[in-house]
């Protein structure tokens, strides 16, 4: 989606009613975790939360109790994934947090935990500095009781652990505790870096790799959350590598891998992958609004990795690569080579005898079909780079011989045809004029429509230009 389309979004969502939005949010939640609309629901959440978290900054009301945990974790949300998104190092999953929370309230440390649940009940409206202070000292006595617990020490810790939650929360725990032990250095580091990285380049590098000089975040634990950081700010996240290849000095992946920085080559390849879950996904429900964006993200991202990493086909990184372009490749040529099909049943040319009466074309499926064949014609833009460009070119111009053919000759049977499936035929034309906008143009288009009236009228005009 584009900055415009998601400030029109926000401006939407902002105008709403704080019941409305709760409710939207709720929703949103819901279909996240039963896996709808991944994509959709998550930019909708992450608009909505901004907008909640601004209004409550303005209005500037001291929190209430239930509102503690928020606070606590606040400094967790630019590491957020949400339920069912696969999950990689530099993230924590949201659906973590609330098992947490209430293990620190039960086991973690109840006292203190009350104790800060009755001071912040008893703080004025206008106490904002006050509730944040109260807020960084939960985090610390948060961070120490994870840490009391993950640390060494003796004694089983196993039927511990279990309170908090099950495996995946468990394994958040740690990741958990180390974010909120350095919220002093992620919040300098959020202060230090450029608000866009449109083109990382020599001096957006050389200004991130200054403002990632915080020693607490240069351990194997917490660089993967500061190189997160980085991430959340560029235009074309793959570019992310480009620190690990400065670093090294060397674009070969040997030396690329032997710095600390070899993970932002992970961290690149787990986004790459997730763009390619969601077109995948997106592509199998018909919706294809996003498909341009996450195509060019995908053939700019694996062109990426290919010509500025010396990648082997046989390291841990080159299979990976290889295995999300063929993984690309399979759901896209799967979905062009079903194109010409779809278009071959809506315009065949059927013979009177074999058309009911009151036969129509479903409209849904011609709007459809025009967005399939707008889907092709992006792909040939991408082809080379996502392994499709044979399928893709092949499968075009196949499309464009036939409906070019085929509606010429639906136009010509407009002229003969009989009053019973007059209608029918008239929309086949329609349908075809629709597909013809797409693969050859609105001028062509607007031709094809008048040879069609002229049929209809019984006028015997070229349905071609002279």
């Not at 879950?277 to 990426?304: C, E, P, S, Y």
């Not at 290919?306 to 046989?314: A, S």
Request: charged share 25%; hydrophobic share 45%.
């Amino acid at each position: 989606m584009s900055q415009t389309s998601i400030e029109r979004l926000r401006e939407y969502l902002a105008q709403l009613p704080p019941q409305s939005q709760a409710l939207l949010m709720r929703e949103f939640e819901r279909a996240l975790e039963r896996g709808q609309d991944t994509a959709v629901a998550t930019l909708v959440l992450e608009q909505l939360r901004k907008i909640v978290r601004k209004s409550e900054a303005d209005e500037a009301p001291p929190p209430r109790t239930d509102d503690l945990s928020r606070l606590l974790f606040q400094v967790l949300e630019p590491f957020l994934v949400e339920a069912g998104a696969p999950i990689r190092v530099g993230q924590i999953r949201r659906s973590s947090l609330h098992p947490i929370w209430q293990w620190l309230g039960r086991d973690g440390a109840p006292d203190k935990v009350n104790e800060f649940e009755a001071a912040l009940a008893r703080m004025p409206a206008d106490s904002a500095g006050q509730v944040e202070a109260l807020a960084s000292k939960l985090r610390a006595v948060a961070a120490d009781a994870i840490f009391a617990l993950t640390g060494p020490g003796g004694g089983d810790k196993s039927r511990a652990l279990a309170r908090v939650g099950p495996p995946n929360v468990i394994d958040d725990l740690y990741s958990i505790g180390a974010v909120l032990q350095v919220r002093e250095a992620i919040a300098a580091l959020n202060e230090k870096l450029p608000r866009f990285l449109r083109a990382f380049g020599d001096s957006q590098i050389a200004s991130v790799t200054s403002a990632l000089n915080i020693p607490v975040l240069q351990t194997p634990q917490m660089l993967p959350f500061a190189l997160s950081m980085v991430v959340q700010r560029m235009t074309a996240p793959w570019q992310i590598i480009r620190l690990a290849i400065k670093i090294a000095a060397s674009d070969d992946e040997i030396r690329v891998a032997a710095t600390p920085y070899g993970v932002a080559v992970t961290i690149a390849l787990h986004d790459l992958f997730c763009v390619a879950a969601i077109l995948r996904m997106d592509i199998k429900r018909g919706h294809f609004d996003n498909v341009a964006g996450n195509l060019k993200a995908l053939h700019d991202g694996v062109r990426g990795l290919r010509t500025e990493l010396d990648l082997r086909n046989d390291s841990a990184w080159g299979k990976q690569l290889v295995s999300i372009r063929a993984d690309i490749s399979n759901a896209l040529q799967s979905e062009i080579d079903s194109v010409p099909g779809r278009v071959r049943r809506i315009l065949r040319q059927r013979a009177e005898k074999d058309i009911p009466p009151g036969a129509r074309i479903d409209s849904t499926e011609v709007e459809e079909t025009v967005a399939l064949i707008d889907f092709v014609a992006t792909c040939r833009n991408y082809a080379s780079e996502l392994a499709i460009n044979e399928v893709t070119l092949r499968t075009y111009s196949d499309l464009q011989q036939y409906v070019e053919r085929s509606t010429e000759q639906l136009v010509q049977s407009l002229r003969a045809a009989d009053h019973k499936v007059r209608t029918y035929r008239q929309q086949q034309v329609q349908a075809a004029i629709r597909f013809c906008q797409v693969l050859f143009g609105d001028d062509y288009a607007s031709l094809m429509s008048r040879a069609a009236e002229n049929a209809l009228t019984g006028e015997r005009k070229s349905s071609r230009a002279s």
